[in-house]
């Protein structure tokens, strides 16, 4: 089955309201076409499920930049100014979650797991509202899955029918969300034929990816760069 698309039919799929995954750490591995896409395309009170927002004028930032994100769901703040400041005039709704956490709702949402007991963030704002649960003579906080309408993820390679390979650290949050959605879309910076991708090198498998496109342009942005002397 051929996935390949174009990326702006893709984006079509978006409508107001929707929840969004888009993997990522920082701007290592963002799906930067489609989130540049998703920015022209006006369709707001989005919710975006990402490890962080990156920075305020590239990835994300450009959809908190055009009000079109209603709620964040995410580990960190980062180096997001505008996201931090969205923050405290509460113009944006927030919900954070231990990275770990984050990272098992996810793989919970994807492996149809209802839910899971964890110790971290007990005894913590983390926990306000939760039932916990002492197991072994620890507590525990009780955390459910995460789902999202899309995922909106970034690989390295990727054939016509969507099994795909990742580059190093940019493999991330990606394969996860992959298996979390109800419409999976990657982007990939090389489309190759179907056979040469290594089998044993294949992260995700393309019976998770509902379509996929190589990317125009690719900035790689560095968060915060250190060089020596």
Known sequence: MNKVIDPRDAIRRVKDGASIMMGG????GIPENLIRLLADSGVKNLTVMSNNAGVSDFGIGLLLQNGQV?????????ENNLLERMILEKTIEIELNPQGTFAERIRAGGAGIGGFFTPTGVGTLIADGKETRVINGREYVLESPLRADLAFIKAWKGDPMGNLVYRRTTRNFNPVMATAADFV????EQIV???????????????FIDAIFQGETYEKRI???TVAK
């Open 193 to 207: 034929k179907v056979g040469d991708l290594d089998p044993d090198a294949i992260v995700t498998p393309g019976i």
């Open 223 to 225: 968060e915060k760069r």
């Open 70 to 78: 209603r709620k964040m769901v995410g580990t960190y703040i980062g």
């Open 185 to 188: 879309i990657a982007e990939v």
């Open 25 to 28: 750490f920082g701007l290592c």
